[in-house]
């Protein structure tokens, strides 16, 4: 069965600072991993998705990585902005017919403080 | 292009009833998952519907259901609620014809059982 860790829960870093979310998987039979934020009572929104075959992805100012061998994904955010306070979700799709049936970690809270 | 649409957005039940939540994908989507968020459990996975047909079921019991409509619109169904069934319940879709897989996710529909 596939489990899914973020580390740490939660992080408060001040505006400005680089910083580094780690995603834990523990099957590495996955197709793609994606990456979420989610702000307080709201939905998903996506940020970047990385097929299995890719090692990272960029969007602005994040950029995933994927190492498949090794179980983990991190996410690096740069120069980070209050408005990046969030809780982010890493994801995971297995191969096979699995359709959307993700598994997800618990979430890294970030607060950004100006 | 609009984006995944769910009703109603808050809601209040007591226990033992039961309560239909809508989603609306995409346009041109035809997957759409639904997923259930608590503190305690995080996000877990419900069901999925493909083309009017369940092509996925997460370990929930028998009471909660749903179904697919020929425009794609979805529904699901919770029958005797219990009031551990308070939670977020986040619908998304994808695009199967979509090489990435992506995954967009509603607002959420927030349910509180008394």
């Known amino acids: 069965k596939q489990e899914v860790t973020q580390i740490p829960a939660a992080l408060s870093v001040p505006e400005g600072e680089n910083l580094v979310l780690n995603c834990s998987f523990t099957d590495s039979a996955i197709y793609n991993l994606q990456w979420f934020r989610q702000d307080p009572g709201k939905g998903l929104t996506s940020l970047l998705l990385i097929q299995s075959s890719q090692r990272e992805q960029t969007s602005g100012r994040l950029n995933a990585s994927l190492d498949k061998s090794s179980g983990r994904s991190t996410l690096y955010i740069a120069a980070s902005q209050p408005g990046d306070s969030a809780t982010y979700l890493c994801a995971v799709r297995p191969y096979g017919n699995a359709g959307n049936m993700l598994t997800f970690g618990g979430g890294t809270r970030l607060m950004v403080k100006p | ?114």
């Open chain 2, 1 to 114: 292009k609009a984006g995944v649409t769910q009703t109603p957005r808050y809601l209040i039940k007591t226990r033992g009833q039961q309560v239909t939540l809508s989603c609306s994908p995409i346009s041109g989507h035809r997957s759409v998952s639904w997923y259930q968020q608590t503190p305690g459990q995080g996000l877990q996975f419900l069901f999925e519907y493909f083309s009017e047909t369940q092509r996925n079921k997460g370990n929930f019991p028998g009471r909660f259901s749903g179904r697919q409509f020929s425009n794609s619109r979805s529904e699901m169904n919770v029958s005797t609620l219990e009031l551990g069934d308070s939670a977020l319940y986040l619908c998304a879709s994808s695009s199967d014809r979509a090489v990435t897989g992506e995954l967009f996710f509603g607002e959420g529909s927030r349910l509180t059982v008394l």
